[in-house]
């Protein structure tokens, strides 16, 4: 069982979840691909048809308070401007089409992220991230789905006043700690106002000490999710020490995705969640835990 023994309830999905299937697999953005665009219900319909675990799905506020599902930064490449969505009314935010995928009879629209989550099927895991900016008027708006089982969601650890927000909120959703150390990886963990199921551990190099089996040990002794990043972004900032989709793509699984089941995490989130998922499978067949 995931996090502190007290909210056993809360976490139970998440836990059970990761008992089924071994290393869950989080699908970045949800599943985009041919008329399928990223951060919609589409997407997460198609990331769960493609052997996803758990749905990450980006969030941003318009400028007159209202939630949608974008990565805000991807407006060039997704909607043909590079206006913040963030500097837009949400009467704006709507107007706008995906430049690739609109079409006549299915325009290809920007969703409000409480109606998205709303309509996921039952039972569906959903990281809702980026969105620590709002919290004080988001966490209200997410208390209404009564979703707190299904619903995870991150931080960076250094932002101690964002987390206060969270720590404060009297509904205890799941939280994982972005986290660049060991020392904030414990902090969070043991802290008594956060229900800190988690750790998404951040290395920069292979000389990180989150490859170290011990520091994993002892994270895991605390029932922390360990979580780890194989996508690899548009700055191609390395989040796992090389250990990425691009590797086990381009490369072979083994080499990409190999040591990071070897290390045991729990979790990986990618954008190649079919390939994963037969990754892990193939090690199941043969006898390795996954």
């Not at 309830?9 to 697999?25: F, M, P, Q």
């Not at 802290?191 to 990180?208: I, K, M, Q, R, W």
């Not at 194989?230 to 040591?259: N, Q």
Request: charged share 25%.
């Amino acid at each position: 069982m995931f996090g502190q023994a007290r909210f056993a309830d809360t976490n139970a999905l998440l836990s059970e979840r990761a008992h089924k299937v071994g290393t869950l697999i989080v699908v970045h953005r949800g599943t985009s691909a041919g008329s399928v665009v990223e951060n919609t219900p589409e997407a997460v319909r198609a990331a769960l048809a493609s052997g996803g675990d758990v749905i990450e799905i980006d969030a941003v506020a318009s400028r007159d308070g209202e939630f949608f599902a974008f990565h805000d930064g991807e407006e060039a490449r997704l909607l043909g401007e590079a206006t913040n969505l963030r500097l837009c009314t949400a009467a704006e935010i709507r107007e706008r089409r995906y430049i690739h995928n609109d079409r006549p009879g299915r325009p290809a629209h920007i969703v409000g992220l409480v109606e998205l989550l709303d309509g996921v099927p039952a039972g569906t895991l959903v990281n809702v991230d980026r969105s620590w900016r709002w919290w004080e008027r988001l966490l209200p708006a997410l208390d209404t789905l009564r979703m707190s089982n299904q619903l995870l969601l991150k931080c960076s650890a250094s932002h101690v006043e964002r987390i206060n927000v969270l720590r404060a909120h009297p509904v205890k959703y799941p939280f994982i700690a972005i986290c660049s150390t060991e020392e904030q990886a414990h902090r969070h963990l043991e802290d008594p106002e956060l229900n800190t199921v988690g750790v998404e551990l951040l290395a920069a190099t292979p000389e990180s000490p989150f490859l170290d089996p011990a520091v994993l040990s002892r994270l895991r002794a605390r029932d922390a999710l360990i979580m780890v990043n194989a996508e690899v972004l548009a700055t191609a900032t390395d989040l796992f020490a090389g250990h990425d989709d691009e590797r086990a793509v381009l490369h072979s699984p083994a080499e990409g995705w190999g040591p990071l089941f070897d290390l045991g995490v729990d979790a990986i989130q990618t954008d190649w969640p079919w390939l994963l998922r037969d990754y892990r499978n193939s090690l199941r067949d043969v006898g390795v835990p996954a």
